[in-house]
């Protein structure tokens, strides 16, 4: 569980190549270093992707996707 | 004169792409949808530099695969269309986002006019942008920033759209370099495309490559449905030796490279004011996408909207009503009756057959403009992709997203805006099943008939009955949506919930106007023709006998052709206990309109009612002058009554609290309007207790019958509409199940309340 205001790099997303392409066309990528704006204890999470992009992206999918809190061991982002 | 030439806009959605396209055409402008496609298709007409261009509005997208329908009508509109050039519209406030869209349009090959549109909110925030330098790094490319909603930096964006159509051939921007393994590997198949004449004519070589790597599903198909197995054979083959040299997929690489590219572009050129970034939006979305308090905020929005389609667009509504039924009846006869034609039945066909069709489809004028005028403010505004994400929770419950959530509410009003409704949802599937449900939400015109059936059967307790019915539709719906999402869609995964918030803004009055009333025409042209058809075949039906002494045009309902195709369906609603002709024809003309129902009763159980109306009418016709002024009177009452029912939403919403009882505004002094039924409601309590052979029975007949109105065949603006929207196919669907659903309830309701023991 990663709270608002953290802010996280994305290291690897478990989902299919579709989606991957879709989440990249999106702006959200291996690599990339997020913020999260929004992460309550339920409902879609709001990510801060290239400084001014604001994307929700369902809880089920935020478990698939390990970040990274700089200079730390992976873990869930839901 | 020239052709002229065809210039079009490409950018992500929310960019104000349509601001700018409408800053750029004006009034000038034409919506329609993309061949075989239910994708709006903006085109319009721009002079610049004394040059006369089509502007064509690219669908939103956010790149140049094919992922969804909109992305690949943009991408072979450019490969097909060959424009003289693109404006690719990037996001002033989000550049590096949105510029991964205009680095693909960039290698498409075609001369490139880069706006950098919503300047104003980039610099409201700070964000400075060397748009020179950028210029620079991109070889030349012209680079402007704009505002589309107030015009700002058009003339600069139209000198630069000028000089890159003049025609004299310009470098292009030095396309993205990936980098090893992945510049050889499209290197040897550029080459091969190159080889063949009629791929290197059709498509950019260098762009095809790219996309031959970036596994592009839609490419692979057409190019292997055309024969070019070698090709696909030696991209896959290239893209198995890329994953092996990096560890990673070509897609992959291709996409991370084409960010670094534009990180690098960025570099030093974009500055920004120091802190953590939080803006207004976010501060905002804190309450308003909260999991709780978000919940009762998105229901009171919706409220305002339903109330916007149910009492805002009433005043309207009877006004053109009685604008068509009056004057409009009036004129029409008098002039038949100057060409001698009067007395005939070609005028009763045009007075009850073609007018009335087209009143039919006028009175949803208004409950469309005010529809499209709510949806266009809450899209505008930002508040649409904040409304899906509260619900998303609830919906998924029944497997939908959490956008189709609205077209249910505005269903309560009228099912053809929430047909309409679901066009923000971008799933295909989602949106069919959405609407697919949507007309089981009972509206507005199937009330009348639960009122008329409650007093004539159930006196004082008749809300049991009205309150009973809408919950009806409701479950109906879910049970509908839940099964369908375990049958037809058992194999479709759901959709994942990923999802733009776009910055909130005040929505821009002159835009959101015109796309409500782009719309609106749009359904008029849809479904003038379907309802006037429907209109034209039903009175037909009505005006040629088939037994008895009638002649045609003159013909009591019972001998008509109308009254024996009611007699022969009629037995088909015996189980559900209301196989009588007359209740048989009420549901017949119920598909013209549901409202039809109770006037189409009136004249079947009570025949002195329709012509006592008639009547009344010759005696005493006003003359053309008294009608115009009428005309401009009654409109005039109708703005103020539109002004009062928007004010009265407050006391409305107020009055949802249990313990307030505020009094609506009723400025004209009107009151409500009492009608009289009582002939009517006697007359149908003592047709359904003879048709039921007892009065208890008779009230349980009721009951199916109105079970029976809420679930059966949507009417035929809704059914034009579906067409409009889906096509013929899942009209069919539609109209079938509809029709078995409402006959099973029906029925279920009659025969479990005898095995109850009622009656």
């Not at chain 2, 190159?194 to 950019?204: G, M, N, T, V």
């Not at chain 2, 009003?413 to 047909?419: E, L, N, R, Y």
């Not at chain 2, 928007?646 to 609290?657: D, F, G, M, Q, S």
């Amino acid at each position: 569980m990663v709270a608002a205001g953290q802010t996280v790099e994305l290291v690897q997303i478990e989902e299919g190549r579709r989606l991957r392409k879709r989440l990249a066309d999106l702006g959200l990528n291996v690599g990339l270093t997020v913020r999260v704006v929004q992460n309550s204890f339920a409902g879609p999470l709001i990510l801060a992707v290239r400084e001014d992009s604001r994307l929700a992206i369902g809880r089920g999918m935020a478990h698939r996707i390990r970040v990274a809190p700089r200079n730390s061991a992976p873990q869930d982002e839901g | 004169m020239p052709t002229p030439q065809t210039i079009a806009l490409a950018g992500n959605p929310n960019v104000g792409k349509s601001t700018l396209f409408n800053a750029l055409t004006g009034e000038r402008q034409h919506v329609g949808n993309w061949p075989g496609k239910t994708v709006e298709k903006m085109a319009g007409i721009a002079q610049i530099g004394g040059r006369t261009f089509t502007v064509i509005d690219l669908p939103g997208t956010y790149s140049l695969n094919a992922y969804s329908s909109e992305e690949i009508i943009a991408r072979d509109f450019i490969i097909n269309e060959h424009p003289s050039a693109i404006v690719a519209v990037a996001d002033a406030a989000n550049l590096e986002r949105t510029l991964y869209l205009a680095v693909q349009v960039l290698e498409l090959g075609v001369p490139v006019v880069l706006a950098l549109n919503m300047a104003d909110t980039a610099q409201q925030r700070g964000i400075t942008i060397d748009t020179a330098a950028l210029s620079a790094r991109l070889n030349g490319l012209p680079v402007v920033a704009t505002v589309g909603s107030r015009a700002v930096g058009l003339d600069s964006l139209k000198k630069a759209i000028c000089t890159q159509t003049d025609g004299t051939p310009r470098l292009l921007p030095t396309p993205v370099d990936y980098g090893q393994p992945l510049e050889s590997e499209i290197a040897a198949l550029q080459v091969q495309i190159e080889a063949d004449p009629i791929l290197s004519h059709q498509f950019r070589p260098r762009w095809l490559a790219i996309k031959l790597l970036e596994n592009d599903e839609d490419l692979h198909a057409r190019l292997s449905g055309a024969g070019y197995h070698a090709l696909i054979e030696a991209a896959r083959a290239a893209m198995a030796r890329i994953a092996a040299q990096t560890g990673e997929d070509a897609e992959t690489l291709i996409t991370d490279r084409r960010y670094q590219v534009i990180a690098g572009l960025l570099r030093g050129i974009v500055t920004r004011p120091d802190g953590d970034g939080e803006t207004r939006s976010d501060r905002a979305d804190r309450i308003i996408t909260h999991p709780i308090w978000g919940v009762p905020i998105f229901l009171l929005l919706m409220w305002i909207v339903f109330q916007f389609t149910a009492y805002v667009s009433a005043p309207f509504l009877d006004w053109i009503d009685a604008l068509v039924g009056g004057p409009l009846t009036r004129w029409a006869l008098a002039a038949l009756d100057a060409v001698r034609l009067g007395d005939t039945w070609l005028a009763a066909l045009v007075v009850d057959g073609i007018i009335a069709g087209v009143g039919g489809v006028l009175v949803f004028v208004p409950v469309l403009i005010f529809l499209y005028l709510a949806l266009a403010v809450l899209e505008d505004s930002g508040y649409m992709a904040r409304s899906a994400f509260v619900m998303d929770r609830v919906m998924r419950s029944i497997g939908l997203h959490g956008k189709s959530f609205l077209p249910l509410i505005v269903g309560f009003g009228c099912t053809v805006p929430a047909i309409y409704a679901t066009r923000t949802l971008e799933d295909e599937d989602d949106r069919k099943l959405t609407a697919f449900i949507t007309t089981f939400m009972s509206c507005g015109a199937r009330l009348p008939v639960y009122v008329v059936f409650g007093a004539a059967f159930f006196g004082a307790k008749s809300g049991n009955l009205i309150f009973g019915l809408y919950l009806l539709g409701i479950v109906i719906a879910l049970l509908t949506g839940f099964a369908m999402k375990r049958t037809v869609y058992r194999h479709k995964p759901p959709q994942p919930f990923v999802l733009e918030l776009p910055p909130y803004h005040i929505p821009i009055m002159r835009n959101v106007w015109r796309q409500a009333w782009q719309r609106t025409q749009q359904f008029l042209r849809n479904a003038a023709t379907i309802i006037l058809a429907a209109t034209i075949i039903i009175w037909f039906m009505l005006a040629l006998p088939v037994r008895g002494e009638g002649t045609f045009n003159d013909v009591p309902t019972g001998d008509s052709l109308f009254g024996s195709v009611s007699r022969a369906l009629a037995p088909a609603f015996a189980p559900a206990g209301f196989g009588s002709w007359e209740a048989a024809g009420s549901l017949i003309t119920g598909f013209v309109a549901k409202e039809a129902v109770v006037s189409t009763m009136s004249q079947i159980y009570v025949e002195e009612v329709g012509e006592g109306t008639s009547a009344e009418d010759e005696a005493d016709s006003p003359g053309f002058v008294d009608d115009l002024r009428e005309i401009a009177r009654s409109f005039g009452e109708a703005a103020i009554l539109t002004v009062q029912e928007t004010a009265n939403i407050a006391p409305r919403t107020a009055n949802l609290l249990p313990v307030v009882n505020v009094g609506l505004g009723d400025w004209l002094d009107r009151g409500e309007d009492a009608e009289e039924l009582t002939s009517l409601q006697s007359a149908l309590t003592t047709s359904f207790a003879r048709t039921a052979c007892s009065a208890e029975r008779g009230k349980l007949a009721a009951v199916a019958f109105n079970v029976f109105v809420l679930l059966y065949v949507p009417c035929m603006a809704t059914v034009a509409a579906m067409r409009h929207e889906f096509g013929g196919r899942w009209v069919f669907y539609q109209v079938t199940y509809t029709l078995l659903v409402a006959w099973l309830a029906a029925t279920v309701v009659y025969q479990g309340g005898l095995l109850l023991g009622i009656g």
